[in-house]
């Protein structure tokens, strides 16, 4: 079994010029045979990063932000929550961006995921986000008609520019203190086929199934164009993208993991240390409880 510091550089993408998809197998398991291994290293990678978002948060120094784009039934929420089991909800935040509403509309692209953004100390879950402007405005172009944009900024170069509006964006918010993790969940298109019919076969999880989901799955050639070219242009050394093999979820949450708790050791996060006065108050608290017994 490889180990987990190498697991979570595996996938890393920081320099996306020669970057291909297909260069990534989605059933790709990293070497590692034994799910019950897996499992076990993952329990203790929770267990690390328990410990590392207390000081994170305790440190009030850096903000993480993990965002996670994939096809449908990658398992993006099932990451969220097999991963981040063992965080302090009080330090983390998940928001899942959908259609966009009309006030979003009238506002930059960047705008209601600006809103959403970490504070320090704390880790923020995207769970799709402003990346949706270069793969699904990209596919269905005829949804740029809903931003009311002015019809000379849609030209041919307006996906460049967003490339470049989102790297701005992203290196604003490194050189402000936020650590930015991209994961992009790689699964096939045979695997997704696997998974729609499990949901459309087990009643638990027909709530799941959407018929658009099915009319996407057309599309499938057209969005793994576009997240190629997605990653070309936006990994970056301060914002890599993770291009993670998703047709075996306990190997996804595995690696998703690990590169979250390397990103966080690296942080080096620590309790505060106090100075002599802060030290003199507490020694004096403590005396004034004492002295009540």
Not at 85 to 113: A, I
Request: proline fraction near 5%; hydrophobic fraction near 40%; charged fraction near 30%.
């Amino acid at each position: 079994m490889p180990g987990m510091k190498e697991l979570a550089r595996r996938y890393r993408v920081a320099d996306g010029e020669a970057f291909h998809l297909a260069d990534v197998e989605p059933g790709d398991r990293g070497g590692i045979r034994s799910k019950q291994k897996a499992a076990a290293a993952l329990a203790a990678g929770i267990g690390r990063l328990a410990e590392m978002q207390e000081k994170l948060y305790a440190q009030d120094r850096w903000a993480l932000l993990v965002i996670l784009q994939a096809m449908d039934a990658a398992g993006k929420d099932g990451t969220i929550k097999h991963v981040m089991s063992g965080v302090n909800p009080q330090g983390c935040e998940v928001t899942s961006f959908k259609v966009p509403s009309p006030e979003e509309l009238d506002h930059d692209f960047l705008w209601r995921s600006s809103r959403r953004l970490p504070a320090r100390g704390r880790i923020g879950i995207f769970n799709r986000s402003y990346y949706e402007e270069v793969l699904v405005v990209r596919v269905h172009p005829e949804l740029l008609e809903r931003q009311r944009l002015s019809p000379e900024l849609v030209g041919p170069r307006i996906w460049k520019e967003r490339y470049e509006d989102i790297n701005a964006f992203e290196r604003r918010l490194a050189r402000n203190g936020t650590r930015i993790l991209k994961f992009f969940l790689h699964e096939s298109r045979d695997e997704q086929r696997r998974r729609f019919m499990a949901r459309l076969d087990t009643p638990e999880k027909n709530w799941k199934f959407s018929n658009a989901d099915v009319a996407e799955r057309q599309h499938w050639d057209a969005y793994m164009a576009a997240a190629e070219e997605m990653i070309r242009h936006t990994a970056t050394r301060h914002a890599p993208w993770h291009v993670v093999p998703a047709d075996h979820k306990w190997f996804t949450h595995l690696v998703v993991g690990e590169t979250i708790v390397a990103a966080l050791e690296d942080l080096h996060p620590a309790f505060p240390t106090l100075d002599k006065e802060r030290g003199k108050e507490l020694k004096k608290a403590r005396a004034t409880l004492a002295a009540e017994e």
